[in-house]
């Protein structure tokens, strides 16, 4: 009887162990659940039981009894070696025992989260995917001190059968401190219901999308381009030739203007060669092409897909960061929600030492003008003042 207990035992570790979770969230549906739960049911008889069950056993409620052993409790329908069909509800507490997603009590919130990613300024209940093929989704809970809990639902079976299988992880510290497996009789009706709400959610929460993360390459000097020609700091002979001669050319104290239709070149002298070149251009016109194919007229979203965002960007508020950390460090971008729009703005080094800063500004989610400007003109009117 020992020997078969320890086997038993070691049965339980070994199996749950082997079960992967190099894929959290992604992987998980009923079926997964199942499975993982005849692998816990069948070994189950071999751990320790540390309390009497009958002690625990609620007759209100069919006589349901609470199992405790080392690891944590089983909540079943019978004490008596209860089947993957008599539990309705696994608590881990302790590290030993690995979940369905190959995760243990003490892995941190990113090994939960498994790739997927908050929403900036996320609300009490962040939606993190949904599945219409099973139905089931992941959210999280979160407060005031951060994600508090994940959790993943998913339906299986048909009919009088179906169930509801949900995973919890409760957070604390930003690492796990429990694993709920809960498993619950559900209906059809009530799966789309739970799931509708789901996408629901899911779909607010898509709505204060600004930015979608990308794989672009961070703006950089190559990209100071009007009409596929390098413009910025360039000799204004080679600037006339790429962009045609202007409609009117304005002397100013600080240097000449050349006004196109629905476009603007500020020049000034290179103090090293004694040339004048290009050094601020703002464009209204959607005709005319400038970094990387960038037109007025395009949406937020296109572009901004063409320069790099490493994470998705919200409406909550304040500065919002697609690439580094600060203006004034770059390459770096981000985005200045503002009344009505915003503006996007990118920055680049130059060979010469100077920034190189692309101003992207957005009307009613489209662009509404760009600009082109030396770092050192930050504090110069968006629009070539």
């Known amino acids: 009887m020992i020997k078969k207990a320890l086997r038993c035992a070691a049965g339980l570790m070994l199996l749950l162990a082997l079960l992967p979770g190099a894929a959290v969230c992604a992987e998980y549906d009923a079926r997964t659940a199942e499975e993982w739960l005849n692998r816990f049911a069948t070994a189950l008889p071999g751990q320790r039981l540390l309390n009497d069950p009958q002690e625990t056993a609620d007759p209100a409620k069919g006589g349901q009894v609470l199992l405790e052993y080392a690891f944590g409790t089983v909540l079943a329908r019978t004490a008596d070696s209860p089947s993957a069909a008599d539990i309705l509800e696994i608590d881990l507490r302790s590290p030993e025992v690995e979940d369905c997603l190959g995760l243990r009590v003490g892995a941190t919130l990113d090994a939960v989260l498994g790739g997927l990613s908050l929403h900036e300024g996320a609300a009490p209940l962040d939606v993190l995917r949904t599945q219409e093929a099973g139905i ?39 690492a796990i401190s429990a694993i709920r497996m809960r498993v619950s009789e ?101 005709a005319i092409d400038g970094p990387r194919g960038l037109r007025v007229g395009m949406s937020l979203q296109e572009a901004a897909a063409l320069f790099a965002c490493r994470q998705a960007v919200y409406a909550s508020g304040g500065m919002l960061y697609l690439l580094g950390e600060a203006a004034g460090d770059p390459p770096f971008g981000e985005y200045q929600p503002g009344d009505g729009g915003g ?34 003109r930050e504090g110069a009117d968006a629009h070539g003042g």
Request: hydrophobic share 40%; glycine share 14%.
């Open 186 to 286: 559900a209906t059809q009706a009530q799966a789309e219901e739970e799931f509708d709400t789901a996408q629901e959610i899911a779909q607010r929460q898509a709505a204060l999308l600004l930015v979608q993360e990308n794989d672009s390459e961070p703006f950089e000097e190559s990209d100071l381009q009007v009409m596929g020609a390098q413009a910025l700091g360039v000799a204004v002979d080679r600037f006339v030739l790429a962009m045609g001669e202007p409609e009117e050319v304005q002397t100013l104290p600080e240097g000449r203007l050349l006004l196109y239709g629905g476009a603007a070149a500020q020049l000034g002298l290179n103090v090293r060669t004694g040339e004048e070149i290009v050094l601020d251009i703002s464009v209204t016109d959607g």
């Open 136 to 174: 089931g989704w992941s959210w999280a809970y979160v407060g005031d001190r951060g994600v508090y809990g994940v959790e993943h639902v998913s339906f299986g079976g048909e009919g009088l059968s179906m169930k509801e299988y949900t995973l919890t992880y409760v957070i604390d510290g930003g």
């Open 343 to 376: 503006t996007l703005r990118y920055a680049c080094l130059r060979g010469d030492g100077s920034m190189g800063v692309l101003e992207i500004g957005i009307q009613e989610d489209a662009v509404a003008y760009w600009h082109l400007f030396d770092g050192a």
